[in-house]
């Protein structure tokens, strides 16, 4: 154990010692000027500009129109809810009302109905009549499946148990026929049906984000009650109310309940407001950002997401008004705004939209982004780009995030900017008098989904989207989702990295340019070291003496496709550049260092499989060079067909794939796929990437070894359905 300790540390510091350096040789050798930015506040935007538009965004007016659109969670009436919804037509006026005509308020139906609670009431009627919860003042109390009903019963508690017990506890307790269920949550699958075989009429349940925290809060709950004979009502109370009941039921307390809802079917229609800032050249791929007014039409929450609506409605404001006084120039490519019923609206938008992604260069979503930070002790965060749609995107961010930091946040440091002399002053404070006086705080992660940059990154779309989006959230969801958690200092931030990174993108001058190809690259030189390269060299060094020609080669296409994707994010900015001579030659010269920096990864990753067949006695593996079915796959291209591109967005629920799976069950799961490899497939599929880079890309992504036989049957099994068209042979 002692000589194999010893080794292990022995080839360990040999590792790190050369990893360090090759990495300083290539650094200090070949991107001298990535040292010397270290620490800088650089943005592709000059301090004048960003001067101004510190002092004309407001964090208040945000705020202030923050509270018209949601200053409280009311139950919507009649018109609201058969004619205008409130949230559309509000922010259609508030657009209007700053003198911009370029704005659309679209309405349209759509398919189905959905239920929305109109009375709702919660008594306990003995051993002594006590309202617990209205409708009114408890907006989030009627579980979402709920149906009308009128229920008096007795109280029990049904812990948190399996069918089988729930149905032993029923006959044990000789019937549960009419009585009202105190459970822990809503009742889904198989506990829900053998609570509604037993004769439950309804359940009262909590939810809470942190019930200690907040012991008061209810967060909008869901149970499956529209599929119950008996049991078709839930009821949310807070933490606080359903404790105070378990206790009195605990300590053998008879509580009869009456619980009243009723619930109104209404036809479900989208309405949708678009505006924008018109570009001097609008054919050229321009910015879209993306907030949701609704999340579904019974929700409605402060923070979540009016407060990304009028942040993105300040930025209109502050952009639009600079540019008409003449303060700054209007930018070559148009800026849209997109406010939406989150994620089905967006994709009724786009699919109505004709050659909407053919417009755009970069979607930048923005999702509960208006919360106090230190009240929700949390963080603003970036949600990157995908790997399959790199873009220029994330560094450009992260240095508009980075610029709010260093400006209101350290001051400590030599390089940080001076503000006033002494004391523990934010450099360039970014901050309203009503709002807080906080340090500003942001984490950067991979790709993640669950809101409207999702629509753009899906590959029917192929629109590179970010997520700015604050977590944690300790009122998510809840019916105390109000104006008293957000804070116009934060909303004045967001706007201003929003409104930045949206200026330099749209109006990326050949001066601007440098600046921005150094942002993207030192992006994406942290990225590949805190992921691509160690991802490679951890497969070499577990690596057995037999896996290890494989490990080298899993790890080489590790550190290739790192490489390929920062490559493509500096190649995206031909999307947005002048296309001059200077600015080709500017983005093909960085992207010549970075294939130096490949060949320096290639080096030092075969270089230290050497060193770990050393250290196991064992023959150093070389790079394996392409079979010939590789090389064959080489040359076959797939690509979206034109008539999916925009219009589906669903391979499930596509009707010649569901006539397809139905005749072929099999054919999928016989390929030997998961779904992560099978998404991947698809995601990476862009007219550009070979069979076989597809194949090397899924493979590093998903962190799994695939075949080129396998990717090809999948592939097949697109092109047959019609959602691909193939140039070669597959």
Partial sequence: MTKQRRRETNHTSIYHSRLVSVFLIATTLVFPSILSAQGALETPLRQELLTLLTNEISGQIAFNNLVKLAGAPWIRDAADLREDFYESHEIYNMVRAYWIETVRLDEYPREGTFMYPTEGEFWIVEPEPRLVARLGADVAMIAYGSLSSDVTGELIYVPQISADAITRMAEAHGSFDGKVALMWSHPRGDVFEALDAAGVRAVISFNARERYLDPNQVVYSRGSYSDGENLTLGISVSWRQWSELLEDVERGQSLVVRLHALLEEVPDR??????????????????????????????????????????????????NHLIQTGQIDRPRRTISFLWPNEISGTYEFISREEGLPNRLS??????????????????????????????????????????????????????????????????????????????????????TGGSDHICFNNSSVAVPGIELFTWPDQWYHADVDLPDKGDPTEMKRVAFIGATTALAAADLTDERLSTLLDVVSEFGYARVAERGLPAAMRLVEGAAASELETALRHALNRVNSAVDREVGALGSIREIYTGSGAARGGVDNRIAQWELYREGLTNQVVSYAGVRARTLGTSAPRPRAQTSEERRYSNVVPDIRPGVMGKQFYLDGFDAYDRYSEEHPDAVSSLGLNRNQTRGILNFVNGERSVTEIRNKVAASAGDDLTIEQVVGYLRILAQVEWIVVDGNL
């Fill in 270 to 319: 989208f309405e949708t407001v678009y505006a924008w800032i018109p570009g001097t050249e609008p054919d050229a791929k321009g910015v879209i950002f993306t907030a949701h007014l609704f999340e579904g039409y019974t929700k409605r929450g402060t923070n979540d997401n009016m407060g990304g609506t009028a942040i993105q409605l300040e930025i209109l404001r502050a952009l």
């Fill in 362 to 447: 970069i979607n930048i979503n923005m999702d509960m982004v208006s919360e106090n930070l230190r009240l929700n002790n949390s963080w603003l965060t970036m949600s990157e780009t995908p790997a399959h749609l790199p873009s220029y995107l994330d560094g450009l961010t992260k240095s508009m995030m980075n610029y709010v930091w260093r400006t209101n946040d350290i001051v400590y440091l030599s390089d940080s900017p001076r503000g006033r002399p002494g004391g523990q002053y934010f450099p360039r404070p970014m901050w309203e008098k009503n709002g807080s006086g906080d340090a500003f705080r942001f984490y950067i992660h991979e790709a």
